[in-house]
């Protein structure tokens, strides 16, 4: 990591606050509010929580720390800031090369569940006014479909497509700014009527009381892999944003902001939807459709809940696009910077491959091709588990290994030391987590999810 090659065009976060605010911005997404919940029901809840929590200190906070700092150190798109990074060795442009298969994957389905998010908005815009709360087969009626959802996602791209082409992230970044604390407070107000319910504490039991015999080697993958999809971690997101950093941001203490946000909105999400499941006879095992069935629940037993969960979904949609704008950044910065493609262009060719596979996605929830299986998953969720369970964990193996192994030491120190004046006093154990907690953790989950460590 010798070089540090500039060029005078590049985009810039403007401010500490402004590179704390991108990076959640990317962080906080579906994954929190949708995922989270979701697996942690199927995957066998306080042992899954735990699990997940571990996963996010242990290792996705040193894979964003060495993300971040060779996206600032290389100041290039992330598939020639991974091939010019070790030098005599261009092959490592391979974590970039994933990056993008991962990008056009995870949007294939993100863009479906995104799709119902904007959907809802609509949909309890008109309950709201014919005074109703949404019906319990909405969300079968909608997921299930075939125009609607496609058409819900086929909007919700054009969306993107137009952010990212006229280059208004910045936009975007300050709507996040003022709009998550909003969110915050409104899934606050969640937790609070969730848990005044009869019956509340058997979720939050659900939550933080770990069954450890629920833990298998599926389960510790399904963690690890949430934890950097969560963190936008293992594709080329946050070194690209890395790219982005000015100077003056202390790389860690940054990264732990961004990593302790995220799991306290994602915890609060648990709280809003799990008592509030226990406490009407729910199971948690309701699968991808947990959110949007639970959600309108627990409004519909307060006043004003029409309206709170208007605004719930109109939050829930603008914590999307900061997400998915980040995720299509991977394509477009190589695109625009590499393949001197002008911004629009590289936009529409990106929405557009998104989109084609998008489509199979979406039918694979409909009866068009709720029969076509691989490996025994629908399409939709076979590119969940792609790219959450093989691709962003291997490909932060291999940053991993990079940022710690090949990477000179006082390269990957120096970084961490701008801003603070000198290497700060943690940056060897950084370094530790990154040479060896993290490269250990996630080859021996990869393992035993192969069942190759007898469990
Ligand atoms: N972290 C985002 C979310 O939770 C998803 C994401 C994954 C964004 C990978 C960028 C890269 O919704």
Known sequence: ???????????????????????????????NIWKFPYLTGRDGGAAFVLTYLLAV??????????????G??????????????VPGQPWW???GWAGFASAVLIMAFYTDVAGWVFAYVAKSTVAAAQGQTLGADTFGALAGGTWEPLLWQAGVLVLVTAIIAAGVSGGIEKATKLLMPVLFLLLVVCVVRALTLPGAMAGVDYLFRP??????????????????????LGM??????????PDRVRIVPNAA????????????AGLAIFPALF??????????????????????????????????????????????????????????????????????????????????????????????KVFGKTLFDLYDFASSNVLLPVGGLAIAIVGGWLVSRSDFLAELAKGAGGVPWYGRAILFFVRWVAPVFIVLILLSSLGLLGG
Do not use: C
């Not at 150190?73 to 091939?83: C, E, F, K, N, S």
């Open 1 to 31: 990591m010798d070089r540090a090659p500039r060029s005078v065009s590049r985009d810039s976060f403007a401010s500490t606050l402004g590179a704390f605010t991108a990076t959640v911005g990317s962080a906080i997404g579906l994954g």
């Open 57 to 70: 200190a242990l290792v996705a906070l040193p894979v964003m720390v060495v993300e971040h700092a060779i």
């Open 72 to 85: 600032r150190r290389m100041r290039l798109d992330a598939v020639r800031a991974y091939g010019k990074v």
């Open 93 to 95: 442009s391979l974590v």
């Open 211 to 232: 069954d450890l015999s629920k833990l298998s080697g599926t389960v510790l993958l399904s963690a690890l892999g949430l934890a950097f999809f969560k963190l936008s």
């Open 236 to 245: 080329g997101t946050m070194t690209t944003y890395g790219s982005y950093l």
């Open 257 to 268: 902001r961004v990593a302790l946000a995220d799991t306290a909105i994602s915890l609060l």
């Open 279 to 372: 406490a009407f006879g729910g199971t948690p095992a309701g699968g991808p459709g947990l959110l949007f069935v639970t959600i309108p629940l627990v409004f519909s037993k307060m006043p004003l809940g029409g309206l709170f969960t208007i605004v719930f979904f109109v939050l829930a949609s603008i914590a999307t696009i900061g997400a998915m704008v980040s995720i299509a950044e991977v394509p477009v910065a190589w695109l625009v910077e590499k393949g001197r493609v002008r911004r629009p262009v590289a936009a529409a060719l990106t929405g557009g491959a998104m989109f084609a596979l998008g489509i199979t996605a979406t039918l694979s929830q409909s009866p068009v091709l709720a029969d076509v």
